[in-house]
């Protein structure tokens, strides 16, 4: 049976570049997006005389306690979750501003409602839908990600514990248990992830740092990090008598690896950069394409490479991994991720 957790819920528990609430400034606006399902929101207005009407919320990332924005001057503030229960109360102070402590944090995919106790009234009151943030863990260099270049041990390293850490930079630690693993840009990202038994050393407490990496070892690799499926056969009769088989297996039912048109799976074969980040986005569900950029903000952020072309195989795995970016709420982990900003 397939396991249905994903490899964010199940290991990248610190993917916390995690969810936001957005308020949008017009009217317009929320009316074009409330039919994309990106963000619903009941926005106030502004008088005449220049005073506040209405809710304004800051963005809320998950896990707050806290919620703040702009109101009428002086204005009672509740916050209520989906089915009216109160989380909080507070007051705008003489400039308009709130902040509102919460009995407990805001929960990832949650709707809450921001009101002016005050005024009450249906058109008075702000309703957030949450989004998801997600991080890149590839870099290029000299504007080339290099896509069918190998990838070493230490670069493996260096995705698995970004993604697991849902940021870029991952630094901290001088020594390893490895011998050849220490004061490196890799050691606090190899430490991590062979402390959690993901990644392995070899006899003679050495890591190997610089080595290329196999597709059957990062096969192996991926079964010891996300959710995969208890049957183990495939179809590649060139790795049915690899050590890798079995991790093969479990990764290619989960719908995580995939071989070559031969029919071949090739497990002692380098693995290459574009093969690396396809593979960890399906594990991920990570699922960016061309439909994914229909209403997307802060396009001129995006970066791509002069290598890796539209019609690169992996084009659009690579942007997802090399682009810090929000998407909108799935109802299913399958769906194509409707990106609503590059950040």
Same mark, same amino acid.
């Given at each position: ?57 800051? %963005?809320?990332? =998950?896990? /707050?306690?806290?919620? &703040? ?8 503030? +509740?916050? *209520? ?7 909080g109360q507070g007051k705008s102070d003489e400039n308009g501003r709130f902040s509102v402590a919460l ?40 504007n080339r990600m290099r896509p069918d270049d190998g990838v070493s041990r230490a670069e493996v390293a ?20 490895? %011998?050849?693993? =220490?004061? /490196?840009?890799?050691? &606090? ?8 038994? +993901?990644? *392995? ?12 990496m196999s597709r059957g070892e990062f096969a192996a690799v991926l079964s010891r990090m996300a959710p ?116």
């Amino acid at each position: 049976m397939k396991k249905t957790a994903t490899l964010l819920a199940a290991l990248l528990l610190a993917t916390s570049a995690a969810a936001s609430y957005e308020s949008v400034a017009y009217a317009s606006a929320v009316e074009a997006r409330v039919d994309k399902g990106v963000v619903a929101v009941h926005h106030g207005r502004v008088a005449e005389d220049g005073s506040v009407r209405g809710i304004f919320i800051d %963005k809320i990332l =998950s896990g /707050a306690r806290t919620v &703040t924005g702009i109101a009428a001057v002086e204005k009672d503030i +509740v916050v *209520k979750n989906e089915k009216g229960v109160v989380l909080g109360q507070g007051k705008s102070d003489e400039n308009g501003r709130f902040s509102v402590a919460l009995s407990r944090s805001i929960q990832k995919g949650e709707k809450i409602v921001v009101e002016d106790a005050s005024q009450g009234a249906a058109e008075e009151v702000a309703v957030a839908v949450a989004s998801e943030g997600r991080a890149a863990y590839v870099r290029g260099k000299n504007n080339r990600m290099r896509p069918d270049d190998g990838v070493s041990r230490a670069e493996v390293a260096m995705m698995l514990a970004r993604l697991r850490a849902g940021r870029m930079d991952i630094y901290g630690k001088k020594k390893t248990g490895y %011998k050849d693993a =220490s004061h /490196a840009w890799f050691t &606090t990202a190899v430490d991590d992830m062979s402390r959690i038994g +993901v990644l *392995k050393g070899y006899p003679g407490n050495s890591f190997r740092p610089h080595r290329n990496m196999s597709r059957g070892e990062f096969a192996a690799v991926l079964s010891r990090m996300a959710p995969v499926s208890d049957r183990d056969t495939h179809p590649f009769t060139d790795a049915a008598r690899h050590w890798s088989s079995k991790s093969v297996g479990r990764a290619y039912n989960a719908g995580y690896l995939q071989g070559y048109p031969d029919g071949r799976f090739q497990p002692e074969k380098k693995i290459t950069r574009a093969e690396a980040v396809a593979i960890l986005n399906r594990a991920a569900h990570r699922n960016t394409a061309a439909a994914s950029f229909r209403d997307t903000r802060d396009m001129h952020k995006l970066t791509g490479f002069i290598d890796v072309r539209p019609d690169h195989w992996a084009y659009f795995h690579i942007l997802d991994a090399a682009n810090d970016h929000r998407i909108g709420e799935k109802s299913d982990a399958k769906d194509v991720d409707q990106w609503i900003r590059v950040e």
